[in-house]
């Protein structure tokens, strides 16, 4: 799997300060698969645009582009939904195939959020802590 586990590590540590916390990543022939947690409410663009920036300049920097299939997940393990970057698109935006516009519509074109969406966390109750 060479070069996948720096692009995973690159994740890891550029996307953390921006609230996405890469969980692990892994290859299944010739995709990369990357599962991160966020506390975002949902499977939200900000998000998906954070990842995307850092793999387009990864590319930029030499990372051989392959396909990659993110797993969103909440703070406490719930699913938000998936999506995916594929490899021709970031060639084509690299060989101005494409513009930035039509790569992002590609990108959240393929955004399937999750049929249930994560539970709502409860909130802490004052009342019922400060009786015990």
């Known amino acids: 799997m060479p070069g996948d586990p720096d692009i995973v590590d690159r994740l890891a540590e550029n996307l953390m300060s921006l609230g996405v916390y890469v969980e692990r990543g892994a290859r299944e022939d010739d995709t990369v698969h ?3 947690e966020t506390a975002a409410d949902g499977l939200v663009q900000n998000d998906i645009g954070n ?3 850092e793999v387009v300049d990864a590319h930029g920097e030499g990372w051989e582009p392959r396909n990659c299939h993110f797993w969103a997940f909440d703070t406490d393990g719930g699913f938000h939904g998936e999506w995916e970057l594929r ?4 060639r084509a935006l690299d060989n101005d195939n494409i513009s930035e516009t039509d790569f992002s519509t590609l990108v959240l074109s393929t955004r ?3 049929d249930d ?3 709502t966390v409860p909130a802490w ?4 802590e400060s009786a015990q």
């Open 117 to 119: 969406p994560p539970a």
């Open 125 to 128: 109750d004052a009342d019922a």
């Open 34 to 36: 990357v599962e991160y």
């Open 87 to 90: 490899a021709g698109w970031l």
């Open 112 to 114: 399937e959020p999750a």
């Open 51 to 53: 990842v995307c920036v």
